[in-house]
């Protein structure tokens, strides 16, 4: 369905231009749906003539760990939620920029396998989903030209690179797709990182000149796709007028630490959209075309959103997020009585209903206009089965490679006068009541949790749950032994010299600190961790409370 009209090959600096004309090839649909109206050249109908998902530094996050209930993200929510829109939705697709395929800048070799296969489980994923462009960031580059060039290709989308003068010509093709009529055309244009960021850095310079090259195409809409950071994003949306929105990404990320997703804000006409990492939220841009459409005439559109109201939109986001960290930690706990966990749910619900409110004012009179949202990826989107299937096989792939992999792996040695890992059945044997505490407590499944989803070797989780997962006579990936789940010395420390002399309490550590729980309780694993509180649900009666 795409063809190349020409291939720019004399430029040593150039911006690849993806124009794309947005309704008859929606994936491979030759029509809208049939109760789905499209206010193409005409007046409002009940569905946008184009809807964007725009997608911030995913960063190799194909879902978040599941050591708590409805945390922000996930691939499979996410893919869920774009195809039931499908039914209403006369075009959309998805954009993305920033750091895309993998969370690091630079790959683990212990890990690199692992990260290699999720790369292409994800690309896959996005394939399926109206992948259309994206603006890598420097991680995208980890294997190079062509290994960006083969992650672009299996997710059926194109790369928009600042230069080409160290990716050869992998980057180097200008696109357009022509749907609907052929009236309405959309110039995806982008200012990725290349691989050496030494290379050619003038991003305002570059989307200008990606901007004329898209409109000669004969583009109506202009959409930026910049991983430079909020500041440069801004600079471009001033330098370069002629933009309906800049989607903001970062240079690059390293780790697994979260952001949250900035208020939409317009500069001049130019919206510049982001959202947070690792897909807790993906923005939401609606726009509706009012006016007839002509080939390269610009659209501008006004704003039925009421961007104004950002600063309250924020607090009621804050106390969204707040609420329902607590209600997720209340469900679990049998102290909380029905009737106040329904209660917020109702306070819950009455504040994204409150906030729902202020993403929607009435349309301009006449004209054009858009709608942006920035939309949480929760459990509540759903799943889809082809995407469940498509991480399973994933999981499994990795789960295999993994334990032969590994296999015969052995913890560090510990030194002579160093204690080691003995298990909690040598605990129990002297603490049997602690270890009926720890029972009813979901540390005591934490391996089952992951074993039953072929994720047991995997390493990304398997360290927080197993016990001393490689410290000195502990444990390793496949080398678990008797050290399944989340036993009493990843608090209280190895246990071996304690077992020889109990009366030493200077051997163990008697009263873990709650700052031991975020070794592994820390984003993206969990919401707002509050350590003092999570301790009270592991204590119990002669485990840090008094006997019955």
């Known amino acids: 369905m795409t063809q190349p009209v020409r291939v720019i090959s004399h430029l040593a600096l150039v911006i690849p231009v993806l124009a794309v004309g947005l309704a ?44 708590t209930r409805d945390q922000l993200g996930g691939l499979n929510h996410f893919g869920a939620w774009v195809k039931r829109a499908r039914q209403e939705v006369v075009a959309q697709r998805v954009v993305s920029a920033g750091p895309l395929f993998f969370m690091d800048a630079k790959l683990d070799p ?22 259309a462009a994206f603006a890598p960031g420097v991680n995208d580059w980890v294997e190079g030209g062509d290994g960006l060039k083969a992650l672009a290709d299996e997710a059926g989308s194109v790369p928009l690179v600042a230069s080409r003068t160290d990716a050869g010509d992998s980057f180097g093709s200008e696109a357009v797709r022509v749907m609907a009529d052929g009236r309405l055309k959309v110039g995806f244009v982008g200012y990725g990182q290349a691989a050496s960021r030494e290379a050619h850095q003038d991003p ?77 939220s993906v923005a939401v841009l609606d726009l509706y075309v009012r006016e007839p459409v002509s080939t390269g005439k610009l659209l501008k559109f ?42 917020r749910r109702q306070d819950l619900a009455r504040l994204e209903q409150e906030r729902a409110a202020l993403d929607v004012k009435p349309p301009p009179a006449d004209g054009n206009f858009f709608r942006y949202s920035v939309k949480e990826i929760r459990d509540s989107l759903g799943k889809d ?3 469940d299937a498509e991480m399973l096989g994933y999981y499994k792939a990795v789960d295999e490679h993994n334990r032969i992999e ?57 360290s927080c749950h197993v016990t001393g997962y490689e410290r000195p006579g502990g444990s390793t990936v496949t080398h678990v032994d008797k050290l399944r789940d989340v036993q009493c010395e990843v608090c209280h420390g190895p246990g071996s010299r304690h077992a020889i002399d109990p009366s030493d309490r200077s051997r163990i550590i008697a009263s873990p600190p709650p700052s031991v729980c975020v070794g592994c309780h820390h984003p993206p694993h969990v919401e707002q961790f509050d350590a003092v509180a999570k301790m009270n649900e592991i204590l119990g009666p002669g485990h840090g409370r008094p006997p019955k």
């Open 302 to 343: 006004g704003d039925a959103t009421g961007l104004e109201l950002a600063t309250r939109r924020e607090e009621l986001s804050r106390r969204i997020d707040e609420l329902h960290v607590k209600i997720a930690a209340w469900e679990r706990d049998r102290i909380v009585s029905p009737r106040d966990l329904e209660g």
């Open 204 to 280: 305002e310079a570059d989307i200008r000149q990606g901007v004329e090259r898209a409109k000669a195409e004969g583009a109506n809409i202009l959409i930026a796709l910049a991983a430079v950071g909020r500041g440069e994003a801004k600079r471009i949306a001033d330098a370069v007028p002629e933009l309906t929105a800049v989607v903001v990404g970062s240079v690059k990320s390293d780790g697994d630490s979260n952001t949250v997703a900035p208020e939409g804000e317009r500069v001049g006409d130019v919206l510049i959209a982001q959202s947070a990492n690792h897909l807790q």
């Open 110 to 131: 212990e890990k690199s396998d692992q990260d290699r296969a999720k790369a292409h489980a994800m690309a896959r994923i996005l394939r399926g989903l109206d992948f």
């Open 385 to 387: 089965p082809m995407i």
């Open 406 to 462: 590994f296999d015969g792996r052995l913890p560090p040695p510990a030194a002579s006068d160093q204690a080691t890992y003995i298990g909690i059945d040598a605990c129990a044997a002297c603490h049997p009541g602690p270890r009926q505490v720890w029972l009813g407590t979901r540390h005591a499944h934490a391996y089952a949790g992951i074993s039953s989803q072929f994720k047991e070797f995997n390493l990304d989780c398997v």
């Open 24 to 67: 008859a090839c929606e994936g491979c649909r030759s029509s809208p749906p049939s109760n789905v109206r499209s206010p193409l050249g005409g007046a409002q109908g009940v569905a946008p003539t184009l809807r964007l998902y725009l997608v911030s530094d995913l960063a190799g996050a194909i879902e978040p760990c599941g050591c």
